[in-house]
């Protein structure tokens, strides 16, 4: 792509984006700018990726075509609108922030401007991420297919509509947590049996990378891969009944129900 790419804000999440774009060759490093408030970061950027640093989020609204926007979700419609005027006419502008609505956003930058809230996930950092696009009725197909083009190129996105955003905070965003420690859970079991702890580490997180990709790739159903894994009175059955006893199903959907009230709670300011 030919166009100029910005970056307000780049900490874990904007440093996944601007990877992945680089990466994938889809933009060049003298496509992008890059604005943060500390200066040996901005410098630090410049080094590691050699991008553009910005002296001000205005630099950025200036120049760029596509803006991220990929700061903490408590300071990001003040940052949006303290620069709302700067942007370009045509310029689209990508939240990644929890919470902040597109009705939020556009009251920050004018109702005129092009929007997409995104919603990615840490597994971004390791070109495994997945994203939700949810574009205003201003982004055109082909801001849509740009993003989804930027995101895929460290992971998997999807279109989804904004009234799914909580069930996507819950089943992708916030979900990296509850996976990271059922692995840690798993590997303190292994070592309570024996093993060295590096090397529970390294077969909790194999198992559960290669169900998930069972998952992915057979297009079988997870009870069917369950079943197939349980041997008749073996051991993976005894597993089976003492997680059921113990409410494992139940322990996640509670969780997730805390997960997305909350996100619902952000939402409303
Ligand atoms: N972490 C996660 O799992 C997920 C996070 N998100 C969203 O991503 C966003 C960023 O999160 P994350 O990357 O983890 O946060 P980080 O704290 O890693 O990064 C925040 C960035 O914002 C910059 N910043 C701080 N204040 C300002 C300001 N006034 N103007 C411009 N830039 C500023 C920081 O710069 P400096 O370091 O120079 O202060 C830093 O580069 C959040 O909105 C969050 O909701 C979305 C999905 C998942
Ligand atoms: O915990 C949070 O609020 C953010 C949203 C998704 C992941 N982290």
Redesign the pocket.
């Known amino acids: 792509m030919e166009k100029k790419i910005g970056f ?7 440093k996944a984006i601007l990877g992945g774009l680089l990466a994938s060759g889809q933009a060049r490093a003298d496509q992008i700018w890059v ?4 200066p040996e ?1 901005v410098a630090e950027l410049q080094e590691e990726y050699g991008i553009n640093g910005a002296g001000s ?1 205005q630099e950025v609204a200036q120049t760029a075509d596509i803006v991220f926007s ?4 408590n ?2 419609v003040k ?1 949006l609108s303290d620069i709302a005027s700067s942007f370009n006419k045509e310029s689209l502008v990508v939240s ?4 902040v609505t597109l009705d939020q956003l556009a009251t920050a930058l004018g109702h005129d401007r092009k929007i997409i809230r995104t ?4 597994p971004s950092l390791v070109q495994a991420g997945m994203t939700s696009i949810t574009p205003n009725a201003l982004a055109t197909a082909d801001d849509i297919d740009a993003v989804l083009a930027i995101f895929r190129s460290f992971g998997e996105a999807e279109v989804v509509a904004e009234y799914l955003i909580h069930p996507v905070v819950g089943v992708s ?1 916030s979900a ?1 947590a509850y996976v990271f420690m059922f692995i840690e859970a798993m590997a303190d079991a292994a070592v309570l049996g024996g093993m060295p702890r590096a090397q529970a580490y390294k077969f909790a997180a194999q198992a559960v990378m290669g169900s998930a990709k069972m998952v992915l790739e057979t297009g079988k159903h997870p009870g069917e891969l369950k079943d197939m894994v349980c041997s008749p009175a073996g051991t993976t059955i005894e597993a089976v009944r003492v997680l059921e006893e113990r409410g494992l199903r139940s322990a996640v959907i509670e969780a997730m129900q805390a997960c997305m009230a909350k996100s619902e709670k952000l939402s409303k300011g």
Do not use: D, L, S, W
Request: charged residues 5%; contains cysteine; aromatic residues 4%.
């Open positions: 307000i804000g780049c900490g874990n999440m904007g604005y943060t408030p500390t970061n989020a990929a700061v903490k979700p300071i990001t940052v990644i922030a929890a919470g919603m990615p996930n840490t965003g990296p």
